[in-house]
């Protein structure tokens, strides 16, 4: 059953506002975006020196993520170079924003002992972890919520942390990660997101099938996109509203609200 009533419909949600197929497209759409970067990363890596010395792949640029991030932010790391010679280069400030979809990834999916609802982790939960992996380890005397289990320290290599760093030190958080997942998981894996009917029969079949292999009863929760932003303690707003990959021209997509 689920922690509590709340406006859940099914008796399965975690403290009755965050469905079982809700929980999986955030999950889902957190795998995409980390998956989806770290390949872009991957292949940077495999170009030669002497090549990218000459012929730099603006990378950043192609990730859909990089649209959620705050201007000043996007800018330091498309500048090709800095005032401050001891300012961190726009590729380590890039690295450890992706290195923060890691950290989302390990928590949401953080081994759980019992077979009560799992939550997701909070914009709190995420900015402690930060601060416990940033070297040298300081911790914010935050507490992280009750259904968050961090996974073993050292989750993130010495290099990782390193870019994390960077990140942080260029005002970088776990907001604008956070906000990427969830407005991901809105526009491309729900049928509110004008993205989604390349792959709907695809991600119907999968949010349709039970741990148990019966069929999931549908909830109220299930879409209420708004709600989770309110509970994970995001913004009502996305900042990914001009993502060029979206297609909907120079003006961006308007917000959208979960009843249309």
């Known amino acids: 059953m689920a922690d509590n ?33 770290k390949s872009l990363l991957d292949t940077q890596d495999g170009v ?24 000043e932010i996007r800018a330091k790391i498309t500048s090709s170079s800095s005032t401050d010679a001891g300012a ?25 002992d019992d077979d009560k609802p799992r939550g997701f982790p909070t914009i ?10 940033r070297p040298p380890a300081t911790t914010s005397g935050a507490e992280a919520s009750d259904h968050m289990r961090a996974p073993a320290r ?16 260029a005002g970088g958080s776990g907001e604008p990660a956070l906000d990427c997942i969830v407005d991901r998981a809105r526009e491309e894996l729900s049928p509110l997101g004008r993205l989604y009917d390349a792959e709907k029969q695809y991600i119907d079949a999968v ?17 209420d996109f708004a709600l989770v932003r309110v509970k994970l303690g995001l913004p009502l707003e996305t900042r990914g509203v001009d993502v060029p990959q979206d297609g909907y021209g120079e003006d961006g997509r308007d917000p959208l609200s979960d009843e249309e």
């Open 5 to 37: 009533p709340g406006t859940c419909t099914c008796g399965q949600c975690y403290q009755g506002w965050l469905s079982p197929r809700m929980r999986e497209r955030l999950e889902y759409s957190t795998e995409l975006r980390y998956g989806l970067a």
């Open 48 to 71: 030669p020196a002497d090549i990218t010395s000459t012929l730099p792949i603006d990378y950043a640029e192609i990730d859909t993520a990089f649209y959620y991030l705050p201007p």
């Open 88 to 112: 961190p280069s726009g590729d380590a400030i890039y690295r450890g924003y992706i290195a923060v979809f890691k950290v989302i990834k390990d928590l949401a999916t953080a081994i759980q």
């Open 124 to 133: 709190s939960d995420i900015d402690t972890r930060l601060a416990e992996l």
């Open 154 to 169: 050292g989750a993130l290599g010495a290099a990782a942390r390193a870019h994390l760093a960077a990140f942080l030190s």
């Open 207 to 223: 949010l349709d099938g039970g741990a148990d292999g019966e069929p999931r009863v549908a909830c109220a929760n299930d879409l």
